[in-house]
């Protein structure tokens, strides 16, 4: 059962663009949704994270929106670039019960130039 | 600092064989995680462990064994490989909760069971 649903499976951006990414989730005890970056051949990495008393944080071109009321939380890229392009991951846990993540099925981003 | 080093980096096994996946961390985690990652499945969580001598389930357990003997190491045993085996695994480590920093993941081993 996948706790954590993410779309869309794949995303092609012109350079310059707005990425947006989805996720929903089903558990309402998550507190801690990280979104991790990964390029091939590489694990993934901590890109940003937000957790359920604010519903945005942002950091440099990458903003979290998280919805607690609809259980729903994404990622928007800004000003999007061929750089960008990797597979994002979107992810949840209980900090409060241990930190075991549950990851999304995963987006691969391509920007094109 | 290496961070986290998984190794082998590729292996190809035949059905029925048995091999062990080794992941080191020098970050003095507490915390440690293989995961296996299949297209259009995300990471999925096959065993973890919350400190040396401790081993437990995660989502995905089942033809795997694990071990931490010593805190920095966390082995992943496949008894008897099966196709169903072939994916790529990666180990990770982190403090005691998943925001301090985040999760470190290791660079993965490709695993072929043909």
């Known amino acids: 059962q996948q706790q954590v649903k993410q779309s869309p499976q794949s995303l092609i951006v012109q350079k310059g663009g707005i990425s947006i990414i989805n996720c929903a989730y089903e558990?309402?005890?998550?507190?801690?949704f990280p979104w991790y970056q990964q390029f091939p051949g590489k694990g993934p990495a901590l890109l940003i994270a937000?957790?359920?008393?604010?519903s945005e944080k942002k950091e440099g071109r990458f903003t979290i929106s998280f919805n607690k009321s609809a259980k729903q939380f994404s990622l928007h890229i800004m000003d999007s670039q061929p750089g960008d392009s990797a597979t994002y991951f979107c992810?949840?846990?209980?900090?409060?019960?241990?930190?075991?993540?549950?990851f999304g099925e995963g987006t691969q981003l391509t920007v094109n130039p | 600092n290496a961070g986290v080093t998984q190794t082998p980096k590729f292996r190809v096994l035949k059905t029925g064989q048995s091999m062990t996946l080794l992941c080191a961390q020098d970050m003095n985690h507490e915390y440690m995680y293989w995961y296996r990652q299949d297209p259009g499945m995300g990471l999925r969580l096959i065993h973890y462990?919350?400190?040396?001598?401790?081993?437990a389930k995660g989502e995905v357990p089942d033809g795997y064994n694990v071990s931490r003997l010593k805190k920095q190491n966390f082995l992943l045993g496949l008894e008897s490989a099966a196709p169903s085996q072939t994916s790529v695994y990666f180990c990770?480590?982190?403090?005691?909760?998943?925001?301090?920093?985040?999760?470190?993941f290791g660079s993965g081993t490709r695993l072929t069971v043909v």
């Open positions: 990770a480590s982190s403090y005691r909760t998943a925001s301090n920093y985040g999760y470190t």
């Open positions: 992810a949840a846990s209980f900090e409060t019960s241990g930190s075991r993540l549950t």
């Open positions: 558990n309402t005890a998550f507190d801690y």
């Open positions: 937000i957790r359920p008393d604010v």
């Open positions: 462990s919350v400190g040396e001598g401790t081993t």
